[in-house]
């Protein structure tokens, strides 16, 4: 006879209240774009479309789509009730996600190269195990590649930060 592994119970969120967080979430982006139309002017002028005549209707279009995926996910005969996501699955999410923001922000201070240069060499370090001495010369290279690909070659300079720490090369 043969043994079966024994899974462990996954806990956590149903797909089901994702789905209806998600469609509220929509509708209330379509909400958004119907009053930002409407005070655009949504109606038809003597000259044609105001300046929010279409985005009134997509506004509409998203509310209406909103509340469909809204009724299935609360109202289906069958709901779904399968874990949205695990707190292992979570936690590999997490890792991805949490230094992808803190990058976006620190773009803003340090420049798209030198927080891209930090970046690939935290993800090798951290997550892909490297050494750190590989993780930061090839960050480096990476990212002298695409300065003298940007910068020098095609003259269109990228976001250089707040502090712009590459300034002493002029650029």
Known sequence: MEEQEIQPERTGVANYVVEAVVATLIMLLGLLVLQGSWSLGSKWTSDGPGSGYFPFYIGLLMCIAGAGALYQALMAKERDMEVFVDRAQLRRVLQVLIPAVIYVLAVQVIGLYVA??????????????????????????????????????????????????????GY
Do not use: Q, R
């Open 116 to 169: 891209s240069a930090i970046y690939i060499a935290g993800f090798m370090i951290v997550l892909g195990k490297y050494s750190p001495v590989k993780s930061v010369i090839t960050a480096v290279c990476i990212n002298v590649v695409f300065f003298l690909m940007f910068e020098v070659w095609f003259k269109v300079p990228l976001f250089k930060g707040m502090f712009d720490p590459l300034h002493f090369l």
